[in-house]
């Protein structure tokens, strides 16, 4: 099989879910999308399952047992992706954050050479609506600080908006991937970055979610700040674990 698979994690996204894939799927684009979801209680699963008899050839659902963190939901998307010889592989928010009319553009930069697309904040200023300051604040930080550690040229190193050639992942250890959190986004670019593929960022707008909760806590923060400077020194002193 070949052509544009689009990963979407999915936790407790029943208000999401139905919108989003019916998104991607009205592009001027064969779009596959495959929702990987961590057993959600309020039946988004069951909601995609139902929704495959309108997509038979398009729409794919993995149940997971249970709530097992971002990063392992996109590693079990990328392991499936690979078996099915797709040619784009994507990650993509469930909550209408990133603008399903972008994959269109993502794809194209690995088309005209990129290995890796990056949808940006902030390529260009800060492009992010209806966020408080105080997380604009804290994004904005942390991306900074990922820059200063581990001298990726990325601006947008926590984006959640890729699009991988597979290629890429098929050359990432995936197995030896650590971060679970949002800080798995970062892990993710700087191993694609060590290998020397050429990452591009194309600006994109972000909005908040309007519907649902976020995903964001403590913890999650918590592994990006602690987890990049080991990271790096873990690239440095333990370069075959990369």
Known sequence: MAGS???????????????????VFGLKKDFHILVVDDNSPDGTADHVMVMQ???????????????????????????WAIARSYDYIFEMDADFSHNPTDLLRLQKACENGADVAVGSRYKKGVNVV??????????????????????MRVHDPTAGFVCYKRHVLENINLDSVKFVGYAFQI?????????????????????????????????????AVFGVMKMKLKSIFQKNKF
Request: glycine share 6%.
């Open 130 to 151: 209806d966020w408080p300051l105080y997380r604009i604040l804290l994004s904005y930080g942390a991306s900074f600080y990922v820059k200063l550690i581990t001298g």
């Open 187 to 223: 892990e993710m670019k700087f191993r694609a970055y060590l290998k020397k593929y050429i990452i591009e960022e194309v600006s994109i707008i972000f909005r908040d979610r309007e519907k649902g909760k976020s995903k964001m806590s403590s913890s999650i923060i918590s592994e």
């Open 53 to 79: 008899k309108e997509f038979p050839d398009r729409l794919f659902v993995e149940v997971r047992h249970e709530k097992s963190g971002l990063g392992t939901a996109y590693i079990h998307g990328f392991k």
């Open 5 to 23: 698979l689009v990963i979407i994690p999915t936790f407790n996204e029943i208000e999401n879910i139905d919108a989003i894939i019916r998104a």
